[in-house]
C-alpha cells in the first residue's frame, strides 16, 4: 500500500471513530463545541503519530481524547469559566450520535442535563473514571491504563463518583414517555394562561428552576420555591410583541426529548430560540433548565433542522 492510500486507510480509521469520541469527549466536558474541538486536537495527534506502532488504534485514541478532555478540565481557563456560576451544559435533541451510548439506564443517565451538571463537582480524575466506566463499560484495568493510574485508584476514584452523584442527585429512575410529555403539557398550559395554583400543583415542595437569562446576565439565574418558580414561568411564558421582536416572529412551541429529558423548544421558522428541560419526579417536575443563549444553542438547532416534528403543542405563541 502506498504513502497515499495509507494516509486514506489511517483517515478512514480515525472517522470510523468519530461519533464515539464526540460522545466520550461531550460527557466529560458537557460542551457540543468544546468536544469537537477535542476530537479534532486528537485527529491531529493521530496524524503525527507512528500509527504503525498502534495496535488498537480505538483504545489509543479513546486514550488520547481522554485525555486531552481532562486537561482542558484542569486549565485555569476552564476552572474560572466553571466557577463564576455562568455554566450549563450544551443541551443536544434526541437522536444526536454526540449523546452516544444509550442502551442502559445509567448510559442514559451520564448524559442527562442534570448529571453533567453534577459532574462539575468531580475532580477531573473522577469525572474522567465514572464517564468510562458508566457510559462506555470500561473495566478498571483498561481505565487504569488510560488514565494512567492504578486499578485500585480507579476503583476508588469511582467509588467517590458515584456517591458524590447519587448524594446529589438523590431521586430518579426511568420516566414514562407518555406521562412526561403530558406533564410537559400540563405545565406550559398552565404558565401560558397564568394559572399560577396548577403551576404550583405540578411542582415538587423542593424544585428547583434555573435558567442561563438568554445569555444576557454574567451569573445563572436560580429560583428555589414553588411559589416563585410558577410566578417566573407564568411571566417567562406569556406571549408579548416585545418578546416577538427579540425572537425576530412568532414562535411555534415543540415538545422534544433534549438529552433523555422532557423539553419544550421555542422555534422560529428552523431556528430554536430557547430550550426549557424538565426532570420529573414521582409525576412531578424537581427541576427546570431554561437555556436561550445563542451560543449553547448551535447544534441542537442544526438538529432540529433535520428533524421531523410533531405537531407543536402552540402552533402560534
Same mark, same amino acid.
Given at each position: 500500500?502506498?504513502?497515499?492510500?495509507?494516509?486514506?486507510?489511517?483517515?478512514?480509521?480515525?472517522?470510523?471513530?468519530?461519533?464515539?469520541?464526540?460522545?466520550?469527549?461531550?460527557?466529560?466536558?458537557?460542551?457540543?463545541?468544546?468536544?469537537?474541538?477535542?476530537?479534532?486536537?486528537?485527529? #491531529?495527534?493521530?496524524?503525527?503519530?507512528?500509527?504503525?506502532?498502534?495496535?488498537? &488504534?480505538?483504545?489509543?485514541?479513546?486514550?488520547?481524547?481522554?485525555? #486531552?478532555?481532562?486537561?482542558?478540565?484542569?486549565?485555569?481557563?476552564?476552572?474560572?469559566?466553571?466557577?463564576?456560576?455562568?455554566?450549563?451544559?450544551?443541551?443536544?435533541?434526541?437522536?444526536?450520535?454526540?449523546?452516544?451510548?444509550?442502551?442502559?439506564?445509567?448510559?442514559?443517565?451520564?448524559?442527562?442535563?442534570?448529571?453533567?451538571?453534577?459532574?462539575?463537582?468531580?475532580? &477531573?480524575?473522577?469525572?474522567?473514571?465514572?464517564? #468510562?466506566?458508566?457510559?462506555?463499560?470500561?473495566?478498571?484495568?483498561?481505565?487504569?491504563?488510560?488514565?494512567?493510574?492504578?486499578?485500585?485508584?480507579?476503583?476508588?476514584?469511582?467509588?467517590?463518583?458515584?456517591?458524590?452523584?447519587?448524594?446529589?442527585?438523590?431521586?430518579?429512575?426511568?420516566?414514562?414517555?407518555?406521562?412526561?410529555?403530558?406533564?410537559?403539557?400540563?405545565?406550559?398550559?398552565?404558565?401560558?394562561?397564568?394559572?399560577?395554583?396548577?403551576?404550583?400543583?405540578?411542582?415538587?415542595?423542593?424544585?428547583?428552576?434555573?435558567?442561563?437569562?438568554?445569555?444576557?446576565?454574567?451569573?445563572?439565574?436560580?429560583?428555589?420555591?414553588?411559589?416563585?418558580?410558577?410566578?417566573?414561568?407564568?411571566?417567562?411564558?406569556? &406571549?408579548?410583541?416585545?418578546?416577538?421582536?427579540?425572537?425576530?416572529?412568532?414562535?411555534?412551541?415543540?415538545?422534544?426529548?433534549?438529552?433523555?429529558?422532557?423539553?419544550?423548544?421555542?422555534?422560529?421558522?428552523?431556528?430554536?430560540?430557547?430550550?426549557?428541560?424538565?426532570?420529573?419526579?414521582?409525576?412531578?417536575?424537581?427541576?427546570?433548565?431554561?437555556?436561550?443563549?445563542?451560543?449553547?444553542?448551535?447544534?441542537?438547532?442544526?438538529?432540529?433542522?433535520?428533524?421531523? &416534528?410533531?405537531?407543536?403543542?402552540?402552533?402560534?405563541?
Amino acid at each position: 500500500m502506498d504513502s497515499t492510500a495509507t494516509d486514506r486507510f489511517d483517515i478512514s480509521r480515525f472517522e470510523a471513530s468519530r461519533n464515539r469520541l464526540a460522545s466520550l469527549a461531550y460527557r466529560l466536558l458537557g460542551s457540543a463545541a468544546d468536544a469537537e474541538d477535542a476530537v479534532q486536537d486528537a485527529f #491531529l495527534h493521530w496524524q503525527g503519530a507512528d500509527r504503525q506502532r498502534i495496535k488498537v &488504534p480505538e483504545a489509543w485514541l479513546t486514550k488520547v481524547v481522554t485525555n #486531552l478532555c481532562l486537561d482542558r478540565l484542569r486549565s485555569a481557563q476552564a476552572r474560572r469559566e466553571r466557577t463564576v456560576g455562568a455554566w450549563m451544559p450544551e443541551p443536544l435533541l434526541d437522536g444526536d450520535p454526540m449523546l452516544g451510548p444509550a442502551d442502559t439506564f445509567e448510559q442514559r443517565e451520564s448524559v442527562s442535563l442534570a448529571v453533567l451538571t453534577l459532574m462539575e463537582r468531580l475532580s &477531573p480524575l473522577e469525572r474522567g473514571v465514572y464517564v #468510562l466506566r458508566e457510559a462506555f463499560s470500561y473495566s478498571h484495568a483498561e481505565i487504569a491504563e488510560i488514565l494512567d493510574v492504578t486499578e485500585s485508584a480507579s476503583q476508588q476514584h469511582l467509588h467517590r463518583a458515584r456517591r458524590r452523584i447519587t448524594a446529589a442527585r438523590g431521586r430518579g429512575g426511568e420516566v414514562d414517555p407518555a406521562s412526561a410529555r403530558r406533564i410537559v403539557a400540563e405545565f406550559l398550559a398552565a404558565a401560558t394562561s397564568g394559572r399560577t395554583e396548577r403551576l404550583v400543583a405540578l411542582l415538587t415542595d423542593d424544585a428547583t428552576a434555573i435558567s442561563d437569562g438568554a445569555g444576557l446576565t454574567e451569573k445563572l439565574l436560580r429560583y428555589d420555591t414553588p411559589q416563585r418558580i410558577a410566578a417566573v414561568a407564568r411571566a417567562g411564558f406569556k &406571549p408579548t410583541a416585545a418578546k416577538r421582536r427579540f425572537v425576530g416572529g412568532t414562535p411555534a412551541i415543540h415538545y422534544a426529548v433534549v438529552n433523555d429529558t422532557p423539553a419544550i423548544l421555542a422555534v422560529v421558522g428552523d431556528q430554536v430560540f430557547g430550550s426549557v428541560t424538565f426532570d420529573l419526579v414521582n409525576g412531578k417536575i424537581a427541576t427546570v433548565r431554561g437555556i436561550a443563549a445563542p451560543v449553547r444553542l448551535v447544534r441542537l438547532t442544526e438538529a432540529w433542522r433535520q428533524h421531523e &416534528p410533531d405537531a407543536p403543542l402552540i402552533a402560534e405563541w
